[in-house]
């Protein structure tokens, strides 16, 4: 499988994409006002002081601003600028901050339109103006796709020894190389770790569930059996928040139907993998990879969600993958909403389901920390590969300083949208020291 991207991978939409992406915009910001919805998982519980009168709207945007503006400028800009894909933390996180950001609920959505017309019309005049420097580190950054696709195939392996040990651990490992070798082998037009991600993923769930079913059983043997209790205050948390978006369902149908559209048009990926496979035009193996991150963060999504009052902008991601497939954008947005109107009443089944099977909580959490360990590795060593690509040696020392810097200075930019940051600030300092006459660019 080839990970190599073309060169002149760039940010040409048409009027159609253009629209979609502007009035998308917009109306995320408008709910992201309501404080109906927000795409920061961090930020989310938050949002029940904010509709709840305890904090003020300036506070929350702060809050938001903080958590969220390492990924926009030190992930969301350059992957886009790399791949030429959109991708959530360039689109949704800035108008999570706008839309709370906004006094008024008429100039929400005109903030968020207006931040998806800079997506569309200067993200490309960027990316015009990086490939024509004498370091094209746009480029260069390309590099990291084949560390972040092969390394992001190991997410299973190490959410299962976490859970459940260093045996299954290794059996997880041995399984899932012998399937990547196998499929490299017998499907080379095909990514290769899809089939192996998709037997970790099943592997780690069966787990769960049988270490649940035998736990109820033990339970039931004994006698033990769970009380329920009727004045339960969080209970009447979540009943009272599940309430709450129940009541906007024709506006989530709505925002499911946009999202589900955008990536029908295969200009966004919803992952920093999938980036680079809707880049290449593998939509299926796309579809596969987001569809396995579903189940890492469903159980996170429908807790916060009933415990905030405040639903995720891309709801469980489900229509990250369905859209990928989807033949047509009409129909991808009848399926778009469909699918959220499900999520938004099935919310307090979901929950008390999650409250019955513990293991699989527990998996969902191995599974986040998983996937975020092997990106983070991969998108560091992606970083080094694409600061060697454009200036060898200094390069390294550049970017790989940069990021030593950050880390030294207590982070000011996230762990994982640090090393692509420190690409681009490298790849600045490379030109300016190319037009002082001090570094030769490498040729190839």
Known sequence: MSTTLAAGAGLDFTLAQQLTVIALCALTAYISHMALAVF??????????????RTTRSATT????????????????????????????????????????APKKWLAPILGG?????????????????HDLPVDFITA??????????LFTLFPVLAITKQFGRKWGGVAGGLELALVVLTMKLWPKMFAGALAMAVGVL????LAVAKDMKQRKADKAAGVTGIVLDDDPMASLFSASAARLRRYLPLFMVLGAGVCVLAQMHIFGGG??????IAKGQYTEAAQVDFYRVFGFIPLIATTALASGAYGIAGFTLVYPIGYLMPNPFLAAIVGAAVFALEILALSSIGKVLGKLPSVRDSSEHLRSAIGDTLQLAILFGSLMAANAMGGGLGILVVGGLYLLNDAMGRPVVRMAAAPAAVIVGGILLNVLYWLDLFTPIKG
């Open 272 to 277: 920093e993998a999938t980036s680079f496979l």
């Open 141 to 150: 950054m390309q590099q990291m796709s084949t560390p972040i696709l092969f």
């Open 40 to 53: 920061n998982d961090g930020v989310r519980p938050f949002l029940l002081d904010f509709i709840q009168g």
């Open 114 to 130: 207006a931040w998806g017309a800079v997506v569309v019309f200067g993200l490309n005049g960027a990316n015009d103006v990086a």
């Open 203 to 206: 592997m780690l769930i069966a």
């Open 62 to 101: 702060a809050v938001s601003f903080g958590l969220s503006a390492g990924f926009i400028f030190g992930l969301g800009a350059p992957m886009a600028l790399s791949t030429g894909v959109l991708n959530p933390w360039l689109v949704f996180l800035p108008t999570d901050i706008l839309g709370m950001l």
